[in-house]
């Protein structure tokens, strides 16, 4: 399964070098990439939701607080910067960048696009390419939790025009 989950995050801090009971006393200032999980309660397939992107200091305790209603909030990537200031201004340059893919949610959610997991790479390139050209931040690390080997293409077919548009 893709993204890392509750416990396999904390477990990632841990060998980052923070105790597992320290996590929330070492802020993280990351803009990350995550989906909500949800198993069907009837035995159906787990649905997955559109890609969010967002920023967090303490992004364990954001997935905790997001796994309350029985999801599974998974984390698919994150960029690692220097400050809160650095996390805003990547996160707009973000909406920039992936402005075509914005989902509109019905309760008037922001940051959800719909962006494959075989995008997500180029899109956090591009992403990063922009912050640095626009406001001259530069990530101190990118670490990406999902496997598209096992992920089939989607069967979209895209015209060279929208080419120019897509992330």
């Known amino acids: 399964m893709n993204g890392l989950d509750f416990i396999e995050y904390c477990e990632f801090r841990g060998r980052k070098g923070t105790p597992k009971n320290k996590l929330e006393e070492h802020p993280r200032h990351v803009l990350y990439f995550a989906r909500n999980h949800?198993?069907?309660?009837?035995?159906?397939?787990?649905?997955?939701?559109f890609l969010k992107i967002g920023?967090?200091?303490y992004a364990n305790t954001l997935q905790r607080g997001r796994n309350q209603g029985g999801g599974d909030f998974r984390l698919y990537a994150e960029i690692l910067l220097?400050?809160?200031?650095?996390?805003?201004?990547?996160?707009?340059?973000?909406?920039?960048?992936?402005?075509?893919?914005?989902?509109?949610s019905s309760i008037g959610q922001n940051e959800l696009y719909n962006i494959f997991d075989e995008e997500l790479r180029d899109t956090i390139d591009k992403i990063c390419d922009g912050a640095a050209?626009?406001?001259g931040i530069r990530?101190?690390?990118?670490?990406?939790?999902?496997?598209?080997a096992e992920i089939e293409p989607p069967l979209v077919?895209?015209?060279?025009?929208e080419?120019?548009?897509?992330?």
């Open 38 to 49: 949800q198993e069907d309660h009837r035995g159906g397939p787990t649905a997955i939701g």
């Open 55 to 57: 920023r967090a200091m």
């Open 82 to 104: 220097a400050s809160e200031e650095q996390t805003r201004r990547m996160e707009e340059v973000a909406a920039l960048v992936c402005m075509n893919r914005h989902h509109h």
């Open 133 to 135: 050209k626009i406001h």
């Open 139 to 148: 990530s101190l690390e990118i670490n990406t939790w999902f496997d598209c």
């Open 157 to 161: 077919k895209i015209t060279p025009y």
């Open 163 to 167: 080419q120019l548009f897509t992330v």
